[in-house]
C-alpha cells in the first residue's frame, strides 16, 4: 500500500514563501503523474500543479510564476515551492499519485494559511 506524507504548511505572511513536501513511502519513479491540489473552506479541491514522469508540468492559472512542483527522486518525494503568497492561497494542500493502472493515492494534506 502506497502512503503519501505531506509536510511543510504552516501560517505565512501575504508575499511570503513555504515549500511543500510530499513524501511517498515507495519509489515516486513508479508514478507517472504527480500532482499538488488543494481545499480551500466551501470550495471544491482543485488542481494546483502536477508533474510527469517526463517532466511535463502544469500549473492551475491563479499560480503560474508564483508556485514550482518538482520532484527528487532519490528521496522520493514530491516539493510544491510556493513564492509570493496570497490570503487566497489559503487551503489544505493534498499530494495525489498516480499509476499507469488507474490507481492513485491521496496524502493526508497539510494546511497553509496566508495572513497578516
Known amino acids: 500500500q502506497v502512503q503519501l506524507v505531506e509536510s511543510g504548511g504552516g501560517l505565512v505572511q501575504p508575499g511570503g514563501s513555504l515549500r511543500l513536501s510530499c513524501a511517498a513511502s515507495?519509489?515516486?519513479?513508479?508514478?507517472?503523474?504527480m500532482a499538488w491540489y488543494r481545499q480551500a473552506p466551501g470550495k471544491q479541491r482543485e488542481l494546483v500543479a502536477s508533474?510527469?514522469?517526463?517532466?511535463?508540468?502544469n500549473y492551475v492559472d491563479s499560480v503560474k510564476g508564483r508556485f514550482t512542483i518538482s520532484r527528487d527522486n532519490a528521496k522520493n518525494i514530491v516539493y510544491l515551492q510556493m513564492n509570493s503568497l496570497k490570503p487566497e492561497d489559503t487551503a489544505v494542500y493534498y499530494c495525489r499519485a498516480f499509476k499507469t493502472s488507474g490507481d492513485y493515492y491521496w496524502g493526508q494534506g497539510t494546511q497553509v494559511t496566508v495572513s497578516s
Open positions: 515507495g519509489s515516486i519513479s513508479s508514478f507517472y503523474v
Open positions: 508533474l510527469t514522469s517526463g517532466d511535463r508540468t
